[in-house]
């Protein structure tokens, strides 16, 4: 032959075959890794569509039942819950009302599935008040950190009372997690998890979320979400809320984070916490988008996506697509 040398060592004999592919695969990807997050719209008698999130429905407190029990056959371990009330007002008291939309659906799950599903409920006030914020503003229009924690103290009680397994602190004030654990423990909920929104950035990407419920928000949340260009400030908010009592900590979008998804990763197992990821509603609706003008292959963009986020680090993927891919992967 030539001058050439020939290879020694040959990388692709490992990947000749799927079997020998699938035997040295690193990252895995179960239906039991998978969170399902859902809308349930006050008032609806049916799924209303949201535009923006194809094949993504506000569901009326029946079709959210049906999907939960849907939820459990595929596999799926966790539903997110976030709530679609008919009335806000400036300090969101649909969310600690007991016969609020969010508390009414939590209980709703709780009955129809029990413990087969880990039922997690947003606790926020975005989709509560008026103004769109995720807290209760101040005489000058400011959100008003510590006046939010005592909300948000309440919103954990009425979660826990409703059934909720696991409540998803998710407006990034500070204090938050210490706040929720106390009062949980003071009202004998020990055993409510809290999973915390540690890492979670201001993003475009939110885009659709806005529609899917029915968003009041002018502006944005740049004064209390984190910086796109900042990965240092996610160390410390996972420590913060570590130490504050988390029990799963999350990163928050995940695509365009997976850099800070791999950081937190390695520090939670550090720290002995499992680690969630949000593949969040615009990551969804790109997919979707790209993949009904024939762009790309549906099926393995989705799933590249999902098992992209798992090996950057994700032990839990919150994710739209969640019962349909568990159905691919069993
Ligand atoms: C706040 C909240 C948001 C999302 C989940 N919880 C919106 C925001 O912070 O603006 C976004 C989820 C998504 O985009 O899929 N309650």
Not at 261 to 283: F, H, M, T
Request: glycine share 8%; net charge negative; hydrophobic share 45%.
């Amino acid at each position: 032959m030539s001058d050439f040398e020939r290879p020694v060592v040959r990388p692709r004999r490992l990947r000749r075959t799927p079997a020998l592919r699938e035997l040295v695969a690193e990252t895995t990807l179960r239906p039991g890794q998978l969170v399902l997050p859902a809308f349930v719209r006050e008032g609806a008698s049916e799924p209303v569509p949201i535009s923006s999130m194809p094949g993504v429905v506000q569901h009326s407190r029946d079709s959210l039942r049906r999907a939960a029990v849907e939820a459990v056959e595929a596999g799926v371990r966790g539903l997110m819950l976030f709530g679609v009330p008919t009335t806000k007002d400036a300090v969101g008291s649909g969310a600690t009302d007991p016969d609020g939309i969010l508390n009414l659906a939590i209980a709703d799950v709780a009955a129809e599935v029990g413990d087969d599903l880990v039922v997690m409920s947003d606790l926020c006030l975005d989709e509560f008040t008026d103004h769109g914020h995720c807290g209760v503003l101040d005489e000058r229009g400011h959100i008003d950190n510590d006046a939010t924690l005592q909300r948000y103290a309440d919103m954990a009680l009425a979660q826990a009372e409703a059934g909720a397994a696991v409540v998803g602190p998710s407006g990034m004030m500070d204090g938050q997690v210490a706040v929720i654990r106390e009062a949980l423990d003071a009202a004998g909920h020990l055993d409510t998890a809290i999973l915390a929104y540690s890492a979670k950035y201001a993003s475009a990407f939110y885009g659709p979320f806005r529609e899917a419920v029915d968003s009041a928000l002018q502006g944005d949340r740049r004064t209390y979400q984190q910086d796109a260009r900042n990965a240092r400030e996610s160390v410390r908010e996972v420590l913060l809320d570590i130490d504050e009592g988390a029990d799963i900590v999350m990163v928050k979008p995940a695509l365009a984070y997976l850099d800070v998804l791999r950081r937190i990763a390695d520090l939670a197992a550090e720290q002995g916490v499992p680690v969630a990821a949000y593949n969040i509603s615009g990551e969804y609706s790109m997919v979707e988008a790209a993949a009904a003008q024939g762009w790309i292959e549906r099926e393995p963009a989705i799933l590249e996506t999902l098992t992209a986020i798992r090996r950057a680090g994700a032990d839990v993927i919150l994710t739209y697509w969640a019962v349909e891919a568990a159905r691919w992967l069993r």
